[in-house]
């Protein structure tokens, strides 16, 4: 897992980009403390973004992913909708 999507994982728990990387930065060493700074607060907002909209897309039975076109869970028949 990289930098990045660490990140949107604190961010999604945290609630916050600046307190995210605060609790990611402590945890980190210089080189990587400086590779963290240089992601942008955007990049980290769109990827928690994605992150939650691939969350979504699990069946709510099993947990089996689903993907966009299909309408019912392959692995235990749940309908999606």
Known sequence: M???HRLAELA???GSVE???DEYLAR???DDGLAV???PADAIVAAAEA???RAASRCGRCGARLP???HRCSRCGLSAK
């Open 2 to 4: 990289n930098h990045l």
């Open 12 to 14: 999604d728990r945290t």
């Open 19 to 21: 307190a995210a990387r």
């Open 28 to 30: 980190l060493d210089a």
């Open 37 to 39: 700074l240089t992601i």
């Open 51 to 53: 992150r939650r909209t």
């Open 68 to 70: 966009a076109k299909r």
